[in-house]
């Protein structure tokens, strides 16, 4: 078993309650989901005492590693004090402040509790804003589960359509057509389509949905001309840019657009802000985000919550951001390039089909011998998803938790050993399975 016997008993519990014995679709499991006891720094611990290091960190928000000290004691303070209240507290506009002052473009914030809210309520501001109902997004990219966005991440290639006009394709049984009216795709890194697609749909699009480096879709990296593109086809035709930064905020201390070149009118922000507690943002231009000013009547977009701005979520963020300063970023930079190039130097002394992409503090490993350039590019095979199952069984058993088939991360309380550990072990299987196939 891949699995110790605490987490095979806990599954048999837990497939009693729930459908397919898990509570989140993006578990991992192989089949088993390995059941954690407790973390501490870059580690995890399973329930039958097993260490791993934590290349996931909960799909890349523990920019600190797990029960990270300074968060603790300020959550254990902020206990005592009450978990949430029906009124606002001033934690709120400490980390609002934070987020404004390093990212100019976000001259307002609203707090909510999820990725997928952010998402939700930055394309219902953008939609309020233009009068206008649809978007575009780019093919194959994750922003969580609100509909609009949901469409065109099919896993079946013979759904997507031609390269220059892919299918707007439903992701669930029962979507209603509606939707995807409504949602133009693009394929990522080519300008030239994508401002033809934009320009056909103009008059439909309140905005561009864009991750500059969306993971899902393979963590690559946005070409300048596609930027400028997706820029110029927005301010022509009037459309908003919304820039999905709940993941790649942690690219920098102002986020990824402002490191690939962007200026979105809207950020959704997510994971690292809320220190390991539930949260989710949604900033921008104050003309835009006084879609949400209730001003004297009521506002153009209603935006609560019971648990938005919940202080706990408030205090987690708020001790965690201001543990990532400048030369916490530089140095999370400085480890990411190391290790990227690392792999990428062992993978090149042995002339096999892989390559890496990402930025900052996030990699991903492609069973592909050219980095791929969009997600059809980065989609696996039956073989290549083989060999990335063989991969991630082969780090878990030298106890190491890498994400198969989004982003991993590393994370403040990581250094040079863990780097060390990493491309060891990747060099590790590339030898092992030199040894037993031919590549
Ligand atoms: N957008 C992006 C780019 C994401 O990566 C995610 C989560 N992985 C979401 C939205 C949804 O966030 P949440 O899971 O907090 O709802």
Known sequence: ARVGPRSSEAFRRARDVFPDGTTRVTIERDPTPRYVSHGAGAYVFDADGRRFLDLNANFTTLIHGHAFAPVVSALEQQLRDGTCFANPTEKEIDLAALICERVPAIERIRFCN???EAVMFAIKAARAWTGRPGIAKIEGAYHGAYDWVEVSQSSTPANWGSRDDPNAVTFYRGMPDSVLFDVVPLRFNDPQ???????????????????????????????????????????????????????????????????FGLEPDLYTLGKIIGGGLPIGAIGGRASVMAAFDAGQTRPAVPQGGTFSANPMSMTAGLVAMQHLDEAAFARLEQIGDLLRSRLMHAIERRQVAFSVTGAASLFRIHPKRLPPRDFREAFWSKSEAAVMTELTRFFTAEGIVLPNGAAACLSTPMGETEIDLIVQVFEHFLSDRAQRMEW
């Open 114 to 116: 999820t990725g997928t």
């Open 193 to 259: 389509r994508a401002t033809e697609l934009i320009g056909r749909s103009a008059d439909l699009l309140a905005a561009i949905v864009i991750d500059p480096m969306p993971s899902r879709a393979g963590l690559i990296a946005p070409d300048p001309e596609f930027v400028s593109a997706i820029q110029a086809a927005a301010r022509r035709h009037g459309i908003l840019i919304i820039s999905d930064e709940v993941l790649n905020f942690r690219q920098g201390y102002a986020g990824a657009a402002a490191r």
